[in-house]
């Protein structure tokens, strides 16, 4: 995570200019690049949309609108701004970031049966749209940077990592002001070559988004049934081991 990366990413999306080649004019004198913070959040609202985050997700319960941010195209890239969002619409915004494109309405139903088992009706899934103009570099580019979250973690991940799995994610710390500890947060899917399943943890007021790759992680383990579930379910809360300001 790189906060520098993404103020970078938000100011080049407000240019009018975003080329890092200066142009010259007729006169061989650079000509100034412009910045506006509309033209950028015009930009990241197209891409919010295109991933389903400008919609609830689907699941068959009440839902919290989304908001795209609308202010500051710089602060809205590292994701602060007005973003928000439900840690379900974050779930079905990875899943098209694993599936490369793909975005699905989710749901809480696989079927329904009745008492004697005679099923009455299966969910197909339902498909919101595709996300077009990305090339497969771009994509390959955002899943080896995923990839190499999980890899290169073996203080969180280490058992994960030396087993047959290979998760793929991303931490984020939101923070909401400086009177309320920051929130920490990560999605990810796994297997990395061939993803089947998406998650996405929020740990409200949690400090950091260790403890949310933490538990993401112990996910992973009971799933794929890397760890015994004794281990993991304990009924009591775990040890902090890393630094409350850590990301």
């Known amino acids: 995570s790189c906060n520098v990366y993404f103020c970078e990413l938000g100011l080049r999306l407000g240019l009018d200019n975003p080329s890092e080649e ?19 959040l015009e ?24 908001q795209i941010s609308d202010e500051d195209s710089v602060r809205s890239a590292m ?72 890899e290169n973690n073996y203080t969180v991940f280490g058992k994960l990592n030396n087993s047959e799995i290979q998760l793929s994610g991303k931490t984020g710390t939101a923070q909401q002001s400086t009177s309320h500890p920051d929130h920490g947060l990560f999605v990810g899917f796994a297997p990395s070559n061939n993803p089947e399943l998406a998650m996405a943890i929020r740990i409200a007021n949690g400090y950091s988004s260790t ?25 009591t809360a775990k040890k902090v081991t890393v630094s409350a300001h850590s990301d």
Not at 47 to 63: N, Q
Not at 211 to 234: K, Q, R
């Open 43 to 66: 930009k990241l609202t197209d891409y919010a949309k295109r991933f389903g985050l400008d919609s609830v997700s689907g699941i068959e319960v009440p839902e919290t609108d989304p």
């Open 79 to 150: 994701g602060q701004g007005t973003n928000n969002y439900t840690t379900s619409q974050l779930a079905r915004y990875i899943s098209a970031v694993a599936n490369r494109g793909t975005v699905y309405d989710l749901t809480l139903i696989d079927h329904i049966e009745t008492v004697d088992g005679k099923v009455t009706m299966k969910q197909k899934p339902k498909i919101k749209n595709t996300v077009e103009g990305i090339s497969q570099n771009t994509w390959d580019l955002v899943h080896a940077g995923m990839r190499g979250v999980v």
């Open 211 to 235: 403890f949310a790759a933490e538990v993401g992680n112990g996910v992973m383990e009971y799933y794929y049934e890397i760890t015994d579930p004794a281990e993991l379910i304990t009924g």
């Open 22 to 40: 200066e142009i010259l004019d007729e006169n061989g004198n650079p000509i100034p690049r412009n910045y506006s913070s509309s033209r950028g």
